[in-house]
T-cell receptor, first 117, second 115 residues
Framework: AQSVAQPEDQVNVAEGNPLTVKCTYS??????LFWYVQYPNRGLQFLLK??????LVKGSYGFEAEFNKSQTSFHLKKPSALVSDSALYFC???????????????FGSGTRLSIRP | NAGVTQTPKFQVLKTGQSMTLQCAQD?????MSWYRQDPGMGLRLIHY???????DQGEVPNGYNVSRSTTEDFPLRLLSAAPSQTSVYFC??????????????FGNGTRLTVT
């Protein structure tokens, strides 16, 4: 069964420093990977996705993610953090095989990112 | 363009009561789904639909029913509410029937408390 893990409940970074939010996955078949962000009292918003191609994926708000097949990881990164990046971040995965399983997108437990001024 | 609309925003139920959480989208999306969000658990998929008349179970379907009679609407029914169903519920939709090429669009959630 597909699964996704976010090993850190919280990440604290100073403004202007680089940030990394970690995600590892387990799927059968080709992985389809996503990052979403959630601001307080709102639904999730799409940041970026990996389907195929370049291992470095660029997304919204200056975020990027690095796909590493050998380590089954899809870490979210940003070169210079902003206070406004403080939010809850979710990694998600969709199994690449089969019609019914293809319609399920499974989310990780979330990582709270806190950027201090 | 309203996107994904969920009603109500807040609801308090007593154990054993029933209710329906409403979800409507005006983007002509084929795929719709329901998630619940609990602290430390992330989002867990309850049910999903790849088009009108088609529904399937997710990770945690027990205690919930869904139907999809139109493309626009995907209501979630709690037949006999239990305290374990206290959660924040999110509806999400996607243009593609297989939602890997187009992102999920989320509503703002319904906060449900069962006493």
């Amino acid at each position: 069964a597909q699964s996704v893990a976010q090993p850190e409940d919280q990440v604290n970074v100073a403004e202007g420093n680089p940030l990394t939010v970690k995600c590892t996955y387990s799927v059968s078949g080709n992985p389809y990977l996503f990052w979403y962000v959630q601001y307080p009292n709102r639904g999730l918003q799409f940041l970026l996705k990996y389907i195929t191609g370049d291992n470095l994926v660029k997304g919204s708000y200056g975020f990027e993610a690095e796909f590493n097949k050998s380590q089954t990881s899809f870490h979210l990164k940003k070169p210079s953090a902003l206070v406004s990046d403080s939010a809850l971040y979710f990694c998600a995965v969709r199994d690449g095989r089969g019609y019914s399983s293809a319609s399920k997108i499974i989310f990780g437990s979330g990582t709270r990112l806190s950027i201090r001024p | 363009n309203a996107g994904v609309t969920q009603t109500p925003k807040f609801q308090v139920l007593k154990t054993g009561q029933s209710m329906t959480l409403q979800c409507a989208q005006d983007m002509n999306h084929e795929y719709m789904s329901w998630y619940r969000q609990d602290p430390g658990m992330g989002l867990r998929l309850i049910h999903y639909s790849v088009g009108a008349g088609i529904t399937d179970q997710g990770e945690v379907p027990n205690g919930y029913n869904v139907s999809r009679s139109t493309t626009e609407d995907f209501p979630l029914r709690l037949l006999s509410a239990a305290p374990s169903q206290t959660s924040v519920y999110f509806c999400a939709s996607s243009y593609d029937r297989v939602p890997y090429n187009s992102p999920l669009h989320f509503g703002n959630g319904t906060r449900l408390t069962v006493t």
